[in-house]
C-alpha cells in the first residue's frame, strides 16, 4: 500500500497542521478565547455569548474536542466543556518552536 500525503511531512508538521485547522474559524477562535477567560468548565454559555445557533456551536466544539484542545464531561443531559491544560502546553510548545525559529532568520538577507 502507498503512502499517504501526511506521511510525507514530519510528525510536528502534521501536529501544527491540525492544530491550524481547529483555530482555522473565527467560532472556534472565540470559543477557545472564552473558555481561557472564563477559566473554568462551561455549558450553556456559549449559546448567549456568542450567539450562534446550539448546533453550530457542537459542531466547533466537535472540531476542539477532536484536536484535544478541549476535554468534556458530561453532567445530566448536558456537556461542560473547559481548556485542556496538557494539551495546551503542548501547543504552546509546538506553535513557540515554529514561531522562534524567525530569530534565526537574518533580516538583511530577505527577499
Same mark, same amino acid.
Given at each position: 500500500?502507498?503512502?499517504t500525503k501526511t506521511d510525507l511531512f514530519t510528525k510536528e508538521q &502534521?501536529? %501544527?497542521a491540525t492544530l491550524a485547522k481547529a483555530f482555522a474559524h473565527p467560532a472556534r477562535v472565540a470559543i477557545i478565547q472564552y473558555?481561557?477567560?472564563s477559566n473554568k468548565c462551561i455549558n450553556n454559555d456559549?449559546? &448567549?455569548e %456568542?450567539?450562534?445557533?446550539?448546533s453550530t456551536i457542537?459542531?466547533?466544539?466537535?472540531?476542539l474536542k477532536n484536536a484535544d484542545l478541549i476535554q468534556g464531561n458530561i453532567e445530566g443531559v448536558s456537556m461542560s466543556y473547559c481548556i485542556n491544560p496538557k494539551?495546551?502546553?503542548s501547543v504552546q510548545k509546538l506553535f513557540?518552536?515554529?514561531?522562534?525559529?524567525l530569530a534565526d532568520c537574518d533580516p538583511g538577507n530577505c527577499c
Open positions: 500500500m502507498g503512502i &502534521n501536529q %501544527l473558555l481561557l477567560e456559549l449559546v &448567549n %456568542l450567539g450562534l445557533a446550539q457542537s459542531q466547533h466544539l466537535k472540531e494539551k495546551w502546553e513557540n518552536g515554529m514561531f522562534d525559529r
